[in-house]
């Protein structure tokens, strides 16, 4: 489920094949017992946007006895590997402007995501966490910069190009080579209601 055609239209291309996906047009305000039931909600870069006790009560009512929601974020591990995103962000930011990408990000006091799920029928809090280190290059960091809200090519209208060949004069001042190692720090939340077994 996502309100952006767009993400939809993603989604689909990588799900071509499956014959057990099916793609909604919504978001959190959509979630109804007309949803259906489930086993396992997962939400990823989306739970900050809710709001969030709501919709852990709305999902209350479609997750089955002993299943779960489980929110996945990722971000850069603070790893010497990972020293030039600090110049990377500063980039964006010059670009970005007064716009973010989250609530958290306007420097009101962030509320964690814990706190609401403890506050919640999905009580039961685990907290799992994967390092991962990747290589890619200069056409990868441009793909997911221009992917972020707050700098995608519409909100840039005439800057985007300037934005791509400042991002890509980086590229080659910290990696002559055209490759950027960077670690990725998985997280994975997950919350389940008191006292029920977890269906296998």
């Not at 973010?100 to 966490?129: I, M, Y």
């Not at 934005?163 to 190692?181: C, T």
């Amino acid at each position: 489920m996502d309100p952006e055609p767009e993400m939809l239209a993603a989604a689909a291309e990588h799900c071509a094949g499956l014959a057990n996906v099916r793609l909604v047009a919504g978001g959190s305000d959509d979630l109804a017992p007309s949803s259906g039931r489930f086993r396992l909600v997962a939400m990823g870069r989306s739970f900050h946007w809710m709001d969030r006790a709501e919709t852990l009560r709305r999902l209350d009512t479609l997750v089955e006895p002993g299943g779960a929601v489980v929110h996945f974020h990722t971000h850069h591990a603070d790893v010497p590997a990972n020293a030039w995103t600090e110049r990377f962000r500063e980039l964006r930011r010059r670009y970005a402007g007064d716009r973010h990408d989250g609530p958290q990000e306007h420097g009101e006091r962030w509320v964690r995501h814990e706190a609401f799920l403890l506050a919640s029928p999905f009580r039961c809090v685990e907290a799992h966490s994967v390092f991962e280190e990747r290589t890619f290059d200069s056409d990868t960091l441009v793909d997911r910069v221009f992917s972020m809200s707050s700098t995608t090519r519409v909100l840039l209208d005439g800057r985007a190009e300037a934005l791509e060949h400042d991002l890509r004069a980086l590229m080659r001042e910290i990696a002559p080579d055209g490759r950027l190692v960077e670690v990725i720090e998985s997280n994975a939340l997950l919350g389940r209601r008191a006292g029920e077994a977890a269906i296998a």
